[in-house]
């Protein structure tokens, strides 16, 4: 069984080895069941590129979001989601 720190890191692993990005904040962590198996939550912020929207709308949504899902049990990292923010 991992814990939540070890999650954390085997998450922010994960978007450095998918996205190529080691500029990842924490923002959440849950415990979920996905697909049958125990996990762990982890959503991690990442600034956006410039070239991903228009420089007005990259001012006001600064940050993109995604789900990392962490096994609980064996620490694989089973999926990588677009976590989208609730509004306001």
């Given amino acids: ?24 904040f924490l923002e959440e962590i849950e415990r979920e069941s996905y ?8 959503t991690l912020s990442l600034k956006r590129e410039p070239s991903e929207l ?5 001012l006001r949504e600064p940050l993109k979001y995604k789900l990392f899902l962490v096994d609980a049990t064996t620490g694989e ?9 609730a509004t306001q």
């Fill in 77 to 85: 990292v089973l999926a990588m989601k677009v976590r989208e923010p």
């Fill in 35 to 42: 697909k049958g198996r125990d996990v762990w939550a982890i």
């Fill in 54 to 58: 228009p420089a007005l709308q990259v």
């Fill in 1 to 24: 069984m991992i814990d939540a720190k070890e999650a954390v890191l085997l998450a922010k692993r994960g978007a450095v080895d998918w996205l190529g990005r080691s500029d990842t």
